[in-house]
């Protein structure tokens, strides 16, 4: 059952007691008032400190609103502490100036006018949240409390915490979109390490599925290279016929996918006894349609999106994408399908407290104080909260797992989470903790030179893209692409939970945990910043080879690459064999073919050019030799000519000379 706060005025005592005995009345047993003799403040007791962890570990807080409640700034402490730590909130309004409370954006009850209409509503509204409570989902003790690097999955809903404000927003907005309509898709963008995974397959996502009447939840699938067949996987396990799901691909992939959705939706309301219950479609980690996904299965799976949008469809989408790639999700989506952004923002560190102690309650762990201070100090870090989940989850395995040889005390330390630090690095536990991991798994394998380059070439071929923000991003890899000298040290880092094997299509594959630690082991860092220049130069090849396999025959010979990149492509199949894939080596080799073909019909024409310019050198030649021999017959001719002139002349003066 959940557990409610009561916050009021110590003037009005009697009225919170009524409220008290109504909520216990109601089933509401872990209510906290602090003037009950048996569950309130003790004597002798820190009587602040008593009331701030009250109300850290309360579910819901009721705010008994009267004027003496406006007046006092503890009830006002109270207020926006709870609201800090992102609890449910009731304003209750039970004597008239209550409803002066300042904070306009969170309904009020009035209980003056309609006292059991009011509370009718507000059991109602705790019975939603007792169900959404993390007390409200069943806990499997062999489960580690602490996931690691991994996100949380709908096994861990019983030890999510620090995000009830996040989750119920979030809710809320797909019952907007289920109740007032389009747009039909919501994007839940936030940076890397900031939990989109967690928060949706552990947050929300459970808390839908038991709102069966409205909701039918598809399970959550990643686009990786086949996103029509990840959905048609998640049709089929809904269906419970998961191996009907290559019929679905089939039918998914159709120029229109509208009648298979449809049928879809028909058979999974058949089932859950519900024709109001919407169809929720969860799409995890929606980048990848950008960086994994070949580009015609992208635009193959935007279709059955746009589809599902359609207006008289009853899906709503859900994605979660890296707020880095909006702009890429903007413009595939254009002309496609409209969507609302959610964003959500970083951990606030106020949480840390709740991350640590809720799980280990749930799992029967005590958590030092002094831990509790300390990681809250050290939480300002770049990827607190997959670095705080990561430290969490060494402590448990080194110190408190018995399976993984801890102690089994049942306790975590402060001096066991300092001793992951490195002070004369100056890095704190968060900082150094996946460092230390991961060169301990190093040395334990004990690489030889030729081992350490074929991880390398693991890492820079097959495991990191880069965006064109020029970030780090990890993508999954066949485990038959990957060098095999690299597999068993990765073995052990799976082991160690900083990668992660799979399975794909029949194939197994490979990726990194978590981009944290892209970040936080320098050795991996060392080797991407040296190779950075080729992995921006390999994304720039990629997103032209994309353009070129979406281009139309008549276009296919403009869009292979030339020049610069070009010239740099040629070097990296003698760089990098090994880093680049079947696909990419074939765009090169297409790309080098019509270079040398350009260059073999530039060389033709300029042979062309120069016999052509030969010829007409000769023909003015020829053509200037025969004016020259016509002018010198036509000079002769004249010269013969005036002879003769000049003969006939004196021929005539002779015989005038003898008749004279």
């Not at 403040?41 to 109300?55: A, F, K, M, V």
């Not at 939970?497 to 799979?502: D, H």
Request: glycine share 8%; charged share 25%; net charge negative.
């Amino acid at each position: 059952m959940a557990r409610i706060f009561v916050s009021h005025s110590s003037r009005d005592n009697d009225i919170s007691a009524e409220i008290m005995v109504w909520l216990r009345s109601n089933g509401f047993d872990q209510t906290f008032l602090d003037i009950d003799k048996h569950a309130g403040i003790q004597p002798g007791s820190n009587w602040e400190r008593t009331l701030y962890q009250q109300i850290d570990s309360a579910h819901a807080v009721i705010l008994v609103l009267t004027p003496h409640w406006l007046e006092s700034k503890w009830c006002f402490a109270e207020f926006t502490q709870a609201r800090a730590l992102g609890k449910s909130i009731f304003p209750v309004i039970v004597a008239p100036g209550g409803e002066r409370f300042i904070a306009p954006d969170i309904q009020q009850l009035d209980l003056r006018a309609d006292r059991q209409g009011g509370l009718a509503q507000l059991a109602r509204e705790l019975t939603q949240i007792a169900l959404d409570a993390q007390g409200g989902f069943a806990w499997d003790q062999r489960r580690p409390p602490y996931p690691g690097l991994l996100a949380f999955q709908a096994e861990d809903a019983a030890i999510y915490f620090g995000r009830d404000d996040d989750v119920r927003r979030l809710i809320e907005r797909l019952n907007a979109r289920r109740v007032q309509g389009p747009p039909k898709l919501v994007a839940l963008l936030g940076a890397s390490g900031s939990g989109k995974s967690s928060l949706v397959r552990a947050g929300v996502l459970p808390r839908l599925q038991r709102d069966r009447r409205n909701w039918i939840v598809l399970p959550p699938f990643r686009p990786r290279n086949d996103p029509v067949g990840e959905f048609a996987r998640a049709a089929a396990e809904a269906l419970g016929k998961p191996d009907d799901w290559r019929a679905w691909r089939d039918r998914f992939a159709a120029a229109d996918p509208g009648p298979a959705l449809a049928e879809l939706t028909d058979a999974l309301q058949t089932a859950a006894g519900s024709r109001e219950a919407w169809l929720l479609l969860s799409i995890d980690q929606a980048e990848e349609l950008f960086t994994v996904t070949p580009p015609e299965e992208a635009q193959s799976f935007l279709r059955i999106v746009k589809a599902a949008a359609d207006e008289r469809s009853m899906f709503i989408g859900l994605i979660t994408l890296r707020s880095d790639y909006l702009e890429q999700l903007q413009v595939a989506a254009e002309d496609v399908v409209r969507f609302e952004e959610f964003s959500l923002g970083p951990l606030p560190l106020n949480r840390i407290r709740q991350i640590i102690e809720g799980p280990a309650k749930v799992a029967g762990l005590k958590v030092e104080e002094g831990l509790i201070a300390a990681a809250s100090s050290d939480a300002g870090t770049e990827d607190a909260l997959p670095l705080l989940a990561f430290t969490l989850r060494e402590l448990y395995d080194r110190y408190v797992d018995d399976r993984n040889g801890g102690g089994g005390a049942r306790q975590l330390s402060l001096v066991h989470y300092a001793a992951l630090g490195d002070p004369s690095g100056g890095l704190n536990p968060l900082e150094n903790s996946v460092r230390k991991r991961a060169d301990e798994v190093l040395a334990e394998a004990n690489p030889s030179p030729e081992d350490l380059q074929a991880l390398r070439e693991a890492f820079i071929g097959g495991l990191v893209w880069i965006n064109s923000e020029g970030e780090y991003s990890r993508r999954p890899a066949r485990l038959d692409a990957i060098p095999d000298k690299a597999r068993p040290i990765l073995a052990k880092l799976e082991a160690a939970r900083l990668v992660i094997f799979g399975e794909e299509g029949g194939q197994r594959t490979v990726e990194v945990a978590h981009e944290s630690l892209l970040r936080k082991w320098p050795r991996l860092r060392g080797w991407l910043d040296e190779e950075r220049d080729f992995l921006l130069g390999r994304m720039q090849l990629d997103h032209a080879m994309a353009d070129w396999q979406k281009a139309g025959e008549a276009e296919k010979r403009s869009a292979l690459v030339r020049g610069l990149l070009l010239s740099r492509a040629r070097q990296w199949l003698v760089d990098h064999p090994r880093s680049l894939n079947d696909a990419e080596k074939a765009f090169i080799a297409a790309s080098v073919a019509e270079d040398e073909a350009e260059k073999r019909r530039g060389r033709r024409l300029r042979n062309l050019l120069i016999a052509g310019a030969a010829a007409v050198v000769a023909i003015v030649i020829i053509a200037g030799g025969v004016v020259f021999m016509a002018q010198q017959n036509a000079e002769t001719a004249r010269l013969e000519a005036a002879a003769a002139d000049r003969g006939a002349e004196a021929t005539l003066l002779a015989f005038a000379s003898r008749d004279l």
